[in-house]
């Protein structure tokens, strides 16, 4: 079974600096996706940015950048420029391509931006 | 936008109760599911189905049960609720490999 590792369960960053959020996962598969995810506080549970296996380069969605590294099972994910609104937690998944299969996800960091 | 709707927010329900979470898609999604939210473990799987009247064990099925009657519609059962049922209860719907989350039904059994 795929499993999903976040060992940081709480960080802090300054307003405007950059954070890393850290992910390893355990699989025999070589074809499938990774996630992150945000919840904020009370609220909805949002994707952020979405990986595919078979793909060398990272994804980059505006701030948010991850750095994949395959071979290591490593997914990261880089906020620049932090903001306020930025404070939630962060959900590292993981999905195996094909029909029928669910997401597993990490136990999740609590990010913190302060001003 | 997709919008994954579950009707309530917070419920108090007594040991011993009967409780129903429903939760509805609007886009027409083939997969839904129902995610269970504790601090420190994430997210765990309780059970997922791909189409109407199809259902299969996620993780923790154990004291739930499930109905897929319509393609919208994914309700979540708790025959007899237990206080180790207190928790945040996610449903989500999917299309490509992306899930979307409904807000989250808060249940606390007393």
């Known amino acids: 079974a795929q499993t999903v590792t976040q060992s940081q369960p709480e960080m802090s960053v300054q307003e405007a600096e950059t954070v890393t959020l850290s992910c390893t996962y355990d699989?025999?598969?070589?074809?499938?996706?990774l996630f992150w995810y945000k919840q904020p506080p009370s609220r909805q549970m949002i994707l952020v940015i979405r990986?595919?296996?078979?793909?060398?380069q990272n994804a980059t969605e505006n701030r948010f950048s991850v750095n994949f590294q395959k071979a290591a099972k490593s997914f990261s994910l880089k906020i620049s420029d932090s903001q306020l609104g930025d404070t939630a937690m962060y959900f590292c998944?993981?999905?195996?391509?094909?029909?029928?299969?669910?997401?597993?996800f990490g136990a999740g960091t609590r990010l913190t931006v302060k001003p | 936008d997709v919008k994954v709707t579950q009707s309530s927010r917070y419920l108090v329900k007594r040991t011993g109760e009967k409780v129903f979470l429903e939760c509805v898609q609007d886009?027409?999604?083939?997969?839904m599911f129902w995610y269970r939210q504790d601090p420190g473990l994430g997210l765990r799987l309780i059970y997922f189905?791909?189409?109407?009247?199809?259902?299969e064990k996620g993780d923790i099925p154990e004291g739930y049960s499930v109905s897929r009657e319509k393609k919208e519609r994914f309700s979540l059962i708790l025959e007899s609720a237990s206080t180790n049922q207190t928790s945040m209860y996610l449903c989500?719907?999917?299309?490509?490999?992306?899930?979307?989350f409904g807000a989250g039904s808060r249940l606390t059994v007393l």
């Open positions: 699989t025999s598969e070589n074809n499938y996706y």
């Open positions: 990986q595919e296996a078979y793909k060398q």
């Open positions: 886009m027409d999604h083939e997969n």
């Open positions: 998944a993981f999905m195996k391509h094909g029909p029928f299969t669910n997401m597993r």
């Open positions: 989500a719907s999917s299309s490509n490999n992306v899930l979307t």
């Open positions: 189905s791909y189409d109407v009247k199809m259902k």
